[in-house]
T-cell receptor, first 113, second 113 residues
Framework: AQSVSQHNHHVILSEAASLELGCNYS??????LFWYVQYPGQHLQLLLK??????LVKGIKGFEAEFIKSKFSFNLRKPSVQWSDTAEYFC???????????FGQGTTLQVKP | KAGVTQTPRYLIKTRGQQVTLSCSPI?????VSWYQQTPGQGLQFLFE???????NKGNFPGRFSGRQFSNSRSEMNVSTLELGDSALYLC????????????FGPGTRLTVT
């Protein structure tokens, strides 16, 4: 990926609501995409990744993402959010054939109990 | 396995000084990358090292440098500190091979006054 953009900068949801965070990438050869989460005061953790194969990827804590090649998108979803999902979420893509990750600007998710 | 560790966790420096940050990757990981995280610019790639060689470099001035040792531990150095260098500096390691997922440390919070 040469660039990664996230549509939503700040999302506020009530518990049990469904979540979808948008992520778009620009074409840059091999497509390797990731979603990371940063809980308050904690380090970045990998939620899920897409390398190839099934475009619907399942990650930890009930998160999933769908890679749609025609739309250059890799949106993150969760059917029912919990208060503990309050965090900042980052979409990232690998740049070319390097280990360099290009991150989106991040989306702050606030879940109200 | 122990995760990525970074030292120190917090640092306060004065403009014009220099600073060295340290990162110990997960055991067995030979690739180490550094990122700068700020509220305004988000997460930006600094450089990547593999087997003591710099593989990639981000768009940062020459005041930012790094190195990797034979045990895969890495250091980054910032000389002639500026106020704008205040940031969270993250180190990430990844195993060799085709998996490009990176594991992040807790970061070093650098404040330049």
């Amino acid at each position: 990926a040469q660039s990664v953009s996230q549509h939503n900068h700040h999302v506020i949801l009530s518990e049990a609501a469904s979540l979808e965070l948008g992520c778009n990438y620009s074409y840059g050869g091999t497509v390797n995409l990731f979603w990371y989460v940063q809980y308050p005061g904690q380090h970045l953790q990998l939620l899920l990744k897409y390398f190839s194969g099934d475009p619907l990827v399942k990650g930890i804590k009930g998160f999933e993402a769908e890679f749609i090649k025609s739309k250059f998108s890799f949106n993150l979803r969760k059917p029912s959010v919990q208060w503990s999902d309050t965090a900042e979420y980052f979409c990232a893509g690998r740049s070319g054939n390097t280990g360099k990750l290009i991150f989106g600007q991040g989306t702050t998710l606030q879940v109200k109990p | 396995k122990a995760g990525v560790t970074q030292t120190p966790r917090y640092l306060i420096k004065t403009r014009g000084q220099q600073v060295t940050l340290s990162c110990s990757p997960i055991s067995g990981h030979r690739s180490v990358s550094w990122y700068q995280q700020t509220p305004g610019q988000g997460l930006q790639f600094l450089f990547e090292y593999f087997s003591e060689t710099q593989r990639n470099k981000g768009n940062f001035p020459g005041r930012f440098s790094g190195r990797q040792f034979s045990n895969s531990r890495s250091e980054m150095n910032v000389s002639t500190l500026e106020l704008g260098d205040s940031a969270l500096y993250l180190c990430a390691s990844r195993p060799a091979g085709v998996s490009y997922e990176q594991y992040f440390g807790p970061g070093t919070r650098l404040t330049v006054t």
